[in-house]
């Protein structure tokens, strides 16, 4: 398969580039908010690829059973812990 399609773009102030239609319509992971892993292979080509990660997957019901457990625990002052962190903060500003 020949997956080769070009188009042209302006890269604009701070370096932002925006991915045409043309290709964006063509790549499912071209989206919104997408990581993507640049990557210079000569003086005048950048390769845009999705990024992967190389961490296991995040076992997402063990985290929530997690944070479901620590937030059980109640601490010896009997204090709201929300309630120190806002007055915390309000404190360094």
């Known amino acids: ?3 080769q399609l070009q188009t042209t773009s302006i890269v604009r102030q701070r370096g932002q580039l925006t991915i045409p ?4 319509g063509k790549v499912n992971w071209v989206a919104p908010g997408s990581v993507v892993t640049l990557a210079q292979t000569k003086a005048d080509e950048i390769i845009i690829r999705p990024h992967t ?3 296991t997957k995040i076992n997402w019901e063990k ?5 479901e457990r620590v937030r059980s625990y109640k601490g ?3 204090g709201n812990l929300a ?3 806002a007055k915390d903060r309000e404190s360094r500003k």
């Open 63 to 67: 985290l929530w059973l997690d944070i």
């Open 21 to 24: 239609d043309s290709i964006r």
């Open 1 to 3: 398969m020949n997956y």
């Open 83 to 85: 309630a120190f962190i």
């Open 53 to 55: 990660s190389s961490q």
């Open 76 to 78: 010896k002052g009997g």
